[in-house]
């Protein structure tokens, strides 16, 4: 029987919330939470879903740090030895700057009619770049365009985020979903996660979406200290 692997805890971390398949293998002060997995089962989308709500479960009785979506173990040990033992000191310091922080995510999608507008408003000149015959002139036309929609996009939504912002102890953009999107996360304290949804609620001028608390891997730090999140891309689930 292998092991699939969640997320980081401490070992005293509950886990009344994720239901019986949940497991700890402990070591030390640390734990992986962790669902048996037969031998040949191959993981599928279903599985992603559970997955993580374990970890959405998980965060809500203290700090988690989640595991790729698809890491798997043959055995306790394997887990206690390559996963907990070697980043020790690195686990036991992410788990205590998370204590109490939740990560949330905040899409904005903006109309493109309005967007467009917007950007001849602000630049005139932009009418005439559409009018060229040549291909080529065309094409670079295209770009210029759609380089002046994402700068516009982007101070757009830092605007409009800003009581967000306010609230929260950092903030990162994420890669862009579809052109007329900005994708946010914010690392805000679990009990600021009402004021985060209303101040989301009441942003104009975009369709506005709040998804959280989730654990905060878009702020976990390696052995450096450098940012070892990678792009929401890489899986459906983000991790």
């Known amino acids: 029987m292998r092991l699939q692997l969640h997320g980081v805890v401490r070992a005293a971390h509950p886990l009344g919330r994720t239901g019986t398949s949940s497991q700890?293998?402990?070591?030390?002060?640390?734990?992986?939470?962790?669902?048996?997995?037969?031998?040949?089962?191959?993981?599928?989308?279903?599985?992603g879903v559970r997955h993580l709500e374990i970890l959405s479960?998980?965060?809500?009785?203290?700090?988690?740090?989640?595991?790729?979506?698809?890491?798997?173990?043959?055995?306790?040990?394997?887990?206690?030895?390559?996963?907990?033992?070697?980043?020790?000191?690195?686990?036991r310091a992410d788990l205590d700057r998370l204590e109490g922080l939740v990560e949330v995510h905040v899409y904005l999608r903006f109309d493109e009619s309005t967007a467009l507008r917007a950007v001849y408003d602000e630049h005139p000149d932009q009418r005439e770049l559409r009018g060229h015959s040549n291909l080529n002139e065309r094409i670079r036309a295209g770009?210029?365009?759609?380089?002046?929609?994402?700068?516009?996009?982007?101070?757009?939504?830092?605007?409009?985020?800003?009581p967000v912002s306010a609230l929260a102890r950092e903030?990162?953009?994420?890669?862009?979903?579809?052109?007329t999107d900005?994708?946010?996360?914010?690392?805000?304290?679990?009990?600021?996660?009402?004021?985060?949804?209303?101040?989301?609620?009441?942003?104009?001028?975009?369709?506005?979406?709040?998804?959280?608390p989730l654990p905060a891997y878009s702020f976990l730090t390696s052995s450096g200290g450098e940012k070892t999140w990678e792009p929401a891309s890489q899986s459906r689930w983000g991790w």
């Open 171 to 179: 903030s990162t953009s994420l890669e862009d979903g579809e052109h």
């Open 57 to 91: 479960e998980l965060v809500q009785d203290g700090p988690v740090l989640p595991m790729r979506f698809g890491t798997v173990a043959a055995e306790e040990g394997l887990v206690r030895t390559e996963v907990l033992a070697p980043a020790a000191a690195r686990l």
């Open 143 to 162: 770009e210029v365009i759609a380089q002046r929609l994402v700068e516009w996009r982007r101070r757009r939504a830092k605007a409009l985020l800003a």
């Open 182 to 212: 900005e994708r946010w996360a914010f690392l805000v304290g679990q009990y600021e996660m009402t004021a985060v949804r209303i101040a989301v609620g009441a942003i104009k001028g975009a369709v506005a979406e709040c998804v959280g």
């Open 24 to 47: 700890v293998v402990v070591w030390e002060d640390l734990a992986v939470v962790v669902s048996p997995l037969p031998d040949g089962r191959v993981l599928d989308q279903q599985d």
